[in-house]
Nanobody, 123 residues
C-alpha cells in the first residue's frame, strides 16, 4: 500500500489550496484515510479522516474551512482547504489504515503514511 500526496504550495491568508492523495495497492473498502499535519516546531496533529461507511471527522479548528472528499474511481482523496490562515502552515501527511479505529485522531493508529506536502500560508 502506498499513498502519494501532492498539491502543497505557498498561498496568501484567506486563500485556498487543494491537496490530493492517491492510494495504490488497495481500495477504499474497509480502509481509513485522511490527513495529519506538522507545523514547524510542533507535534504532528490530526486534521481530518474518513472511512468506508463512516462519517468524516475534522479537527475543530478546520471545521467549516476544510473539506475531505474522495473519488473512488481515481482512488484519490482530496483535502480542500479554504480561508487559510498562517497557523495552517505545516507539512501535510496523507495517512491510511486497514479498518477503522475509534482513536482516529491518534497518529500511531495509522500504518501507512505519504511523503508529506508543504503548505505555507503567508503574505
Amino acid at each position: 500500500v502506498q499513498l502519494q500526496a501532492s498539491g502543497g504550495g505557498l498561498v496568501q491568508p484567506g486563500g485556498s489550496l487543494r491537496l490530493s492523495c492517491v492510494l495504490s495497492g488497495t481500495t477504499f473498502s474497509n480502509f481509513g484515510i485522511g490527513w495529519f499535519r506538522q507545523a514547524p516546531g510542533k507535534d504532528r496533529e490530526f486534521v481530518a479522516v474518513t472511512g468506508s461507511g463512516r462519517p468524516t471527522y475534522y479537527k475543530n479548528s478546520v471545521k467549516g474551512r476544510f473539506t475531505l472528499s474522495r473519488d473512488t474511481f481515481k482512488k484519490t482523496v482530496y483535502l480542500q482547504m479554504n480561508s487559510l490562515m498562517p497557523e495552517d502552515t505545516a507539512v501535510y501527511y496523507c495517512v491510511g489504515r486497514n479498518g477503522w479505529t475509534i482513536r482516529f485522531d491518534a497518529e500511531n493508529e495509522y500504518t501507512y503514511w505519504g511523503q508529506g506536502t508543504l503548505v505555507t500560508v503567508s503574505s
